[in-house]
């Protein structure tokens, strides 16, 4: 099914909240709020979510809106790759998440591998940005860009954290169901090629 209605819902979201927060006449706050209610409406039409679970997902946030920003760190051993199995889907990803605020991306990755698979890691440089909307993610209400980070491990041991049950290496022709919110089997034949070859350049979009 198209998922046109998402990138519209997702649309007139990003206008209305913009427009709640840099606009001071009370009738086009009116009029962005309606908009935004027309983004709820379209969500809810389109999904099984309640009217009011949208409401708060699009409501929680003020200000000019940006694309939220995921952080993965990539890490090989003997030409395999490590993963860790999410709680929330029983799939596997790169270990990562989303940046918190005071943190730089690199600072982000170290605290996520650490916390999802229990090793030290010292990042090497940025292989891959890219957009998740120009990659077969699954649909979502938000817009995200995804960072991945060449990691070498320095220390530490295999082990879960709260969101995680199991972690493990492995080869680029051998890999487990994905988690696809989180990394798509041509992202992750992507970072083998990195470790063909370690010059190559940055992936981007």
């Known amino acids: 099914m198209s998922t046109q209605w998402l990138n519209w819902a997702k649309r007139i979201q990003a206008l209305s ?111 891959a940005l890219l957009d998740k909307n120009k990659h077969p993610h699954p649909p979502e209400p938000y817009h995200y860009y995804k960072i991945f980070i060449l990691c070498e491990i320095i220390g530490g041991g295999p082990a879960v954290g709260p969101e995680t049950n199991q972690v493990e290496f492995f080869s680029k022709n051998n890999l487990p169901p994905l988690s696809k919110n989180r990394n798509t089997e041509s992202q992750i034949t992507t970072m083998f090629e990195f470790l063909r070859n370690p010059h190559k350049e940055m992936v981007f979009d």
Do not use: H
């Open 17 to 127: 909240q913009s427009g709640l927060a840099f606009s001071k006449d009370i009738y086009d706050i009116e009029r962005y709020e309606e908009l935004r209610k027309i983004s709820v409406e379209i969500m809810a039409e389109y999904t099984n979510l309640e009217m009011n679970k949208i409401e708060g997902l699009f409501t929680n946030e003020t200000g000019y809106q940006t694309p939220k920003v995921d952080v993965r760190g990539v890490v090989f051993i003997n030409d395999q790759i490590l993963m860790v199995k999410e709680n929330i889907d029983d799939k596997w990803a790169l270990p990562g998440g989303f940046c918190d605020i005071e943190l730089s991306p690199t600072e982000n990755v170290v605290k996520e591998i650490k916390e999802e698979s229990g090793y030290d890691v010292i990042p090497v440089k940025v292989i």
